[in-house]
């Protein structure tokens, strides 16, 4: 609105200012976020090679969570906290492995082929029902997750037993009804991770699962170079626009939340084979919640995002979450306050991004009016 | 001119929405290399017959249309805008369909990308995983932008780029269809400059000579002088005339758009006619930044006592007045009321001035729906004159309850003064009918005792017997009660009927003021931008 009111040349929209305070004002968050965790490091007093082994761990274990919500981004959608219904149907095929006793790599893998219609499903479902609340996508799927949480409570805690025959003494509760609070993963515990795990510098490497992020990533960027991710690109840009021109708007959406629900089911997988343990009624419910804002962390808003800035999240939001307790318990003695900060900055940085991105769309909106007013 | 072969033919079009007939029994038919220009006031139906010839979702998620499409002689079925471009049809949208953060090639390419395949695509069988070739898209956009004689890198993004280039974009999408034969035109100089809407004039003629199809909706009449091989005018959803250009007439044109009888009522005369000697409300340059109602700058001066109406077709800005001095809508400007200036983006403040407005938006901004007649009547009055309110306990003035005796002596007043049909104040305004609900809302503005009140779109969806209780009760206040009133409304013949001027708004600028009896021609002209600046 400041800027000189001389009209627009044609060169100006391409041209990129490279400026301090433009890197500093469009990077603000992860330069914040970076800022934080170097600084908590330093209070903490942290052995490098044991902040670079955890953050290791959880890059290879949060990663593909991560990714999953790349698609629906681009499609306009928001970020997608249904998410959680994909590590739901992850769990849920993971229950059915250990009662089958399938072990090992065998049993990682049976996990995630049946994951994966069980997520399509619910995915195409959740599609169905965001089709519906266009525009208000983000909360939707918040309160979708919850609804879908019923569901599964429902068939884990009263239908399993009595309806459902899994007769395994280890898994039920005592009175034979329901799934147990937490079931031990032991058959397919670390299966992927120890498949390959050099030591490199005292780092252990978990390079099976890293590949497996890797590939998404390659996956995500070919999905993007096709008709599909132009539909998926086009659709998230204006779906009134991409309906016109011919693109099945709604199908795209759809495909789009298949597509993010499957790639969660396989990430809460992975996340449970590294963990060992399945905390059946809880382990799904933060996933949305964490994984967006490591997303957010490393950048993403609620309208762009891409491959780097999901990894780059990652590493910075969970180089937080190790580093906070302990800076906490160095500064204060105790460490609940740095484990406070780290749930503190979880939901914060998420009200923050999702306020910052109505300003936004207002401040857009208003410079198009203004642009429209002095057309003439 | 009777040419043996017509490339699109529609027959008996009729459709409603809801029961009422937006188009009855219209025909028009285009021949390969024509320019046929379609005209029509806002409200006439050319976006709706143009949706049907787009197959548009509104069209038959509403119960679709009677009539027939008829392709080179063949009968289509039209039912989606895919189905529409596969049978060559090619539309220039009023709204920009442009994505401003695709490149203009991908823009032009939109969903008809060439593309190549790719190991996966080959395994799936999956068209939706072949590669986009970005190559051969280039080289496409490169030849229509060629064709328009547009000399713009063709991978620059459209954000950012001026209106006039947005508009030759959308065309080159167009023109980049092999299979395009009939390109629909709507309005595609309403943004444009003129030299810009000279050069589009140009690209329109060139791809007749193509041997393309083009039927071009326009308000302008100049420019379908200059390019219409013939003029189809409609009119409150019906064709009022076909006209050959060799037999066609601007003056003719206007007067065929606007063309209503106008049954002159006599008015009730006053003591004093208002005259420029006395001057209630002035505005200069005023902006209003409404969405879709941009007011640009309108200086305008309404003299004690009148009526005055604004007019203008939709979208530009007329509707905007109104709700940028009464501080909906952000304004920038000078108003002054009797050399008093009234402060923009304050409606408490706009209030306490003496002006009052009775919104086009009835049952969202003029009327608490599930609230009684009383409290509606009140409300504002409450809020910004501290009416009907008594202090509560005695001692503490700064606390006030509602005075529902008061209320509900005036709502009583108010109801039989202006005829409200109801079962008494205490009914909740939802279930009155539109014309007794827009008598409450000029009865919540009187409770404001104004002495200029703004009317906007008074009769709007309301039956006819309404309408004139409406308008005889406004013409009621301006003489008994010595309102001056400023009414917009998009019936220029209630216009005519009421009012003392008609002031006409084009583009957000005053295009003019005619007397209510000036001919159908004038106000037609007025209202297509033939801008005539004498005032009256």
């Known amino acids: ?376 | 001119m009777e040419r043996a072969r017509r490339v699109l033919e529609m027959k008996g079009i009729t459709k409603q929405y809801f029961g009422n007939t937006v188009l009855n029994d219209v025909s028009i038919d285009l021949c390969p290399g024509e320019i046929h220009a379609l005209v029509g006031e806002n409200g006439a139906g050319k976006s709706t017959l143009m949706n049907i010839l787009f197959g548009m979702p509104v069209i038959h998620s509403t119960g679709g249309f009677s009539g027939e499409i008829l392709i080179d002689g063949e009968k289509v079925e039209l039912l989606s805008p895919a189905a529409a471009m596969q049978a060559g049809i090619g539309m220039v949208h009023q709204e920009f369909m442009l994505l401003p953060g695709f490149t203009i090639t991908e823009n032009i390419k939109l969903n008809r990308e060439p593309t190549r395949k790719n190991a996966l695509s080959k395994l799936l069988r999956s068209e939706f995983l072949d590669y986009l070739d970005i190559p051969t898209m280039r080289k496409d956009a490169r030849t229509a932008l060629d064709r328009l004689d547009l000399s713009i890198d063709e991978w620059l993004p459209v954000a950012g780029l001026p209106v006039g280039y947005m508009q030759f974009i959308e065309i080159a999408r167009e023109v980049d269809k092999k299979e395009v034969r009939i390109l629909v035109f709507d309005e595609p100089t309403a943004v444009l400059t003129e030299t810009e809407a000279d050069r589009l004039l140009g690209s329109l003629r060139r791809l007749a000579a193509d041997g393309i199809a083009i039927l071009f909706i326009t308000h302008r009449l100049d420019e379908v002088m200059a390019v219409a091989d013939r003029i189809t005018v409609l009119r409150d959803g019906e064709t009022v005339a076909m006209l050959n250009r060799d037999e066609a007439v601007v003056e003719r044109i206007a007067e065929l758009m606007v063309g209503r009888k106008v049954e002159k009522v006599e008015l009730p005369p006053r003591d004093t006619d208002p005259s420029d000697k006395d001057i209630a409300l002035t505005i200069n340059d005023l902006l209003v930044d409404m969405p879709g109602e941009m007011v640009r700058g309108l200086s305008l001066s309404v003299r004690r006592g009148e009526i005055l109406g604004i007019g203008g077709l939709a979208g530009h800005g007329k509707l905007g007045i109104a709700n940028g001095i009464m501080g909906l809508y952000s304004a920038a400007g000078r108003v002054s009321k009797n050399g008093d200036n009234i402060p923009l983006n304050a409606p408490d403040q706009v209030l306490l001035k003496g002006l009052a407005f009775v919104s086009e938006d009835r049952r969202g901004v003029g009327l608490l729906l599930n609230e009684p007649i009383d409290r509606n009547i009140g409300v504002t009055a409450m809020q910004a004159q501290h009416k009907f309110l008594r202090p509560w306990p005695h001692f503490l003035p700064a606390l006030r309850l509602e005075n529902r005796g008061e209320l509900r002596a005036y709502a009583e007043e108010m109801i039989r003064k202006l005829d409200i049909r109801c079962l008494g104040p205490n009914q909740p305004v939802r279930s009155l009918s539109g014309g007794n609900q827009q008598k409450v809302c000029v009865a919540k503005a009187l409770a404001l005792e104004p002495e200029i009140l703004f009317v906007s779109e008074p009769t709007r969806g309301i039956d006819v017997g309404a309408k004139r209780l409406v308008l005889d009760l406004l013409v009621r206040l301006n003489r008994e009660h010595n309102v001056t009133i400023i009414m917009t409304s998009s019936e220029l013949g209630e216009l005519r009927k009421i009012c003392d001027r008609v002031a006409i708004v084009y583009r957000g600028r005053l295009a003019g003021i005619l007397p209510p009896d000036a001919s159908d021609a004038e106000f037609g002209l007025m209202m297509a931008g033939r801008v005539r600046k004498e005032a009256i």
């Open chain 1, 1 to 376: 609105m400041t800027q000189s009111s001389e009209p627009k040349t044609v060169e100006s929209g391409r041209n990129v200012s490279l400026d301090i305070r433009h890197i500093i004002l469009t990077n603000g968050v992860p330069i914040l976020f970076l800022a934080l965790s170097i600084t908590m490091a330093l209070v903490a007093g942290l052995n490098f090679t044991f902040l670079l082994n955890e953050v290791i761990t959880r890059l290879a274990r949060n990663s593909l969570l991560v990714l999953s919500l790349l698609i629906p981004v681009t499609a306009g959608m928001g970020l997608n906290f249904g998410i959680v219904i994909g590590a739901m149907a992850g769990q849920a095929s993971v229950i059915a492995v250990t009662y089958w006793g399938i072990t090992g790599v065998r049993g990682f893998l049976l996990a995630c082929l049946l994951s994966t219609p069980l997520a399509a499903i619910t995915g195409w479902l959740a599609g169905l029902v965001l089709n519906r609340a266009k525009g208000r996508e983000m909360i939707t799927s918040m309160i979708l997750g919850f609804f879908a949480n019923g569901i599964y409570q429902l068939i884990f805690l009263f239908l399993v037993g009595p309806i459902i025959p899994l007769k395994s003494a280890a898994m039920l509760l005592p009175q034979g009804i329901g799934v147990r609070n937490t079931v031990d993963l032991i058959n397919i515990a670390q299966s992927l991770d120890k498949i390959w795990r050099p030591v490199i510098g005292g780092v252990r490497i978990p390079v099976v699962t890293l590949l497996i992020s890797f590939g998404m990533c390659v996956i995500i960027a070919f999905l993007m170079k096709t008709k599909m991710g132009q539909n998926l690109r086009a659709v998230g840009q204006d779906m009134n626009i991409a309906e016109v021109m011919g693109i099945k708007v709604d199908k795209t959406r759809i495909i789009a939340m298949i597509l993010s629900t499957v790639i969660a089911g396989w990430g809460q997988l992975i996340f449970l084979q590294n963990i060992g343990t399945l905390n059946t009624y809880n382990s799904h419910e933060q996933v949305g919640m964490f994984s967006i804002a490591a997303l957010l962390v490393g950048g993403a808003s609620t309208r762009r995002a891409t491959i780097f800035q999901a990894v780059a999240g990652v590493i910075l939001f969970h180089t937080l979450f190790v580093v906070s307790p302990l800076a906490g318990q160095r500064l204060f003695g105790v460490p609940q306050i740095g484990e406070y900060f780290r749930v503190f900055v979880a939901y914060g940085i998420i009200a923050v991004a999702l306020a910052l991105h109505a300003w936004q769309g207002r401040q857009v909106r208003r410079e198009a009016i203004r642009e429209a007013m002095l057309t003439e």
